[in-house]
């Protein structure tokens, strides 16, 4: 969940007393996802899979968009690589895991997760929550770089991240996730040249 | 068009024998996101309106997101800007202009193209000549400055390209294209720190 403060303030009381039923439409989601494909993903769907009534995913998912985008969140692993001396490093390795990542079913959800922010708007709001907030996961990364002097304390952190966000996002939008060896680094270090003191 | 020699093999002889058809479609198809916007858009709506039979629109479009590519691309005025001595003023024109570009029905119609991509594969396929053919574009300020010096000459003129496209991109995806003063200058000036020499 993009802002799970959101979330708390949609749910009913109802909703307060059956968490399971959460976690079960999360589950059938994810059923279907997986043994169907985006293509056959809708609420309807999903109501049937986890024997819930429409209303209930309603009270939780006002779209098919804000649904898909919980249920990838929920599915993608934490990033594997921890803080480390060398912001190069850190930024080739996550263009170098999410380009892989993505070139799974995880890059077909979130694609289709992009695409309906496009024409719904709850899903353009919790999709825009949840860039933000890896944005500013990216911008953590560039202030303790800054904090080691590898960056010059001019630069705003959440616009290098950005730049990182946005040519991932691109390269995925575009079916050019595939990398040549060595083209994160190539990617990493020009963007961290901008960066540097 | 994203690539005339694609059109010109998917046209029958019958399609060269009226050529005004073709105009009279993509006119219908303005008319229609112009009066009513992208989501009365559809291939019925435009064969209606254009008179036309959908097959004679399957000739040359396979599907709504080909016909919203090209009339999003007949319709984009030229870049106002020429080519100057300064990369970073070039750049920052060119966000500029693209930014407020976008916040009119340009904007409205080319992030459906982009949504369209994402689950169709002709869509998919014109709109990456179409981003290929504007990344070259790019390419060229950052090769002409490297002809100047402006640029170092281990640059890949294209990576740089990418990365201005796709910050723009992704700021039409999430709906941040409003800038601040002086933003588009500073994101110039860091995508063009990375470059120098």
Redesign the interface.
């Known amino acids: 969940m993009a802002d799970p403060a959101d979330d708390d303030r949609r749910r009913s009381i109802g909703a307060r007393r059956n968490p399971d039923t959460q976690e079960a439409i999360l589950q059938a989601g994810e059923a279907i996802l997986l043994e169907e494909g985006p293509?056959a993903f809708s609420i309807e769907a999903v109501a049937r899979r986890a024997r819930a009534g429409k209303p209930t995913i309603y009270r939780w998912w006002p779209s098919r968009g804000t649904l898909l985008l919980d249920i990838y969140h929920r599915q993608k692993p934490q990033a594997l690589h921890g803080p480390t001396d060398d912001l190069e490093g850190e930024i080739a390795g996550l263009i170098e895991w999410l380009s892989g990542y993505w070139q799974g079913s995880a890059g077909q959800v979130f694609?289709?997760v992009?695409?309906?922010?496009?024409?719904d708007p709850a899903c353009?709001e919790r999709?825009?929550s949840y860039?933000t907030e890896r944005r500013a996961h990216i911008g953590e990364m560039i202030e303790r770089a800054m904090a080691r002097g590898e960056v010059a304390d001019t630069?705003?952190p959440l616009?290098?991240a950005?730049?990182v966000?946005?040519?991932i996002?691109?390269r995925l939008?575009?079916?050019?996730l595939a990398l040549e060896p060595g083209e994160a680094q190539?990617?990493a270090a020009?963007?961290?040249?901008?960066?540097?003191p």
Request: positive net charge; hydrophobic residues 45%; glycine residues 6%.
């Open positions: 293509a694609r289709q992009i695409a309906e922010a496009q024409r353009a999709l825009q860039a630069v705003d616009l290098g950005e730049m966000q946005s040519l996002w691109h939008l575009t079916d050019r190539k990617i020009q963007l961290v040249r901008g960066l540097k």
